[in-house]
């Protein structure tokens, strides 16, 4: 999707404002002891008190209002029977629809105590998504996302889930461009256009490369090799004056 009116950037920032205050509320609500349905079930409610669906469920009939994923799990975990123990590494992925729009966020949490190590990585996994968030500019390159965010992680002994990109969002949860690399690609050449919409969430990792299906062949998808991996996800609109981030909370 390009922007092309003061309405559609506002029905867009509003959308996107829900995903990001939906997430608030459950990762305030998270505790050790709740299930991982639980915690969906208090995102369902806030996304059906501010008149949004879920997008997976729409779009894609996922068996949940939103994605959890749980330490070894690195995304599209379903939400079930699963109890979250203190110091557990939780990804919280809500992606919503509202008046024909789509938001689209992520973040990863740690339920407390958390080791040292986690926390680093949570750390470092908000500041690779920031450094991705920075080369965003009408004009500028994909390619630069990617380059960005590569050099963080070896810089600071990481590795990148390489098959879970980026993507275009807007008027549908997946559209044009599609599989925008978080990691190095010679092979990108696309620009980004002014008004341009896409969301950056990179999946850093302490040894993961690539995701895999589980054994049970369902949505889940988990780091081969098995390894904590973190989340963090904003969607962006490219502009001449650099990023605009749609996902904000209030």
């Keep these: 999707m390009v922007i092309s009116s003061e309405e559609e950037l506002e029905k867009l920032k509003h959308i996107g404002k829900i995903c990001a205050n939906a997430i608030q509320v459950m990762a305030k609500a998270m505790e050790p002891g709740m299930t991982t349905r639980e915690l969906d079930l208090i995102g369902r409610q806030y996304l059906d008190a501010h008149g949004?669906?879920?997008?997976?469920?729409?779009?894609?009939?996922?068996?949940g209002a939103t994605c959890i994923s749980v330490n070894e799990e690195v995304a599209h975990g379903v939400?079930?029977?699963?109890?979250?123990?203190?110091?557990?590494?939780?990804?919280?992925?809500?992606?919503?629809?509202?008046?024909g729009y789509f938001g689209d966020t992520g973040?990863?949490?740690?339920?407390?105590?958390?080791?040292?190590?986690?926390?680093?990585?949570?750390r470092d996994g908000k500041r690779a998504m920031t450094a991705g968030i920075s080369q965003v500019k009408s004009g500028a390159r994909y390619a630069a996302i990617g380059e960005t965010v590569g050099k963080f992680a070896k810089k600071n002994?990481?590795?990148?889930?390489?098959?879970?990109a980026s993507h275009?969002?807007?008027r549908s949860l997946h559209e044009y461009p599609e599989e925008i690399a978080t990691w190095p690609d010679r092979r990108e050449k696309r620009l980004m256009k002014e008004g341009q919409v896409f969301t950056i969430?990179?999946?850093?990792?302490?040894?993961?490369?690539?995701?895999d299906d589980g054994d049970d062949g369902a949505w889940t998808l988990y780091s081969e090799p098995r390894a904590l991996t973190v989340?963090?996800?904003?969607?962006?609109?490219?502009?001449?004056?650099?990023?605009?981030?749609?996902?904000?909370?209030d």
């Design 52 to 63: 949004a669906q879920s997008a997976p469920e729409v779009c894609y009939e996922f068996p």
């Design 107 to 122: 973040a990863s949490f740690g339920v407390a105590p958390v080791a040292q190590k986690t926390v680093r990585l949570l």
């Design 201 to 211: 969430e990179p999946f850093l990792s302490l040894g993961g490369e690539y995701a």
């Design 168 to 170: 275009g969002i807007g």
């Design 157 to 164: 002994g990481y590795t990148l889930i390489r098959n879970l």
């Design 231 to 249: 989340q963090f996800e904003h969607t962006v609109v490219a502009s001449r004056n650099g990023p605009v981030i749609l996902t904000l909370p």
């Design 79 to 99: 939400p079930g029977n699963r109890v979250i123990a203190a110091g557990d590494l939780v990804n919280i992925d809500v992606s919503a629809l509202k008046d």
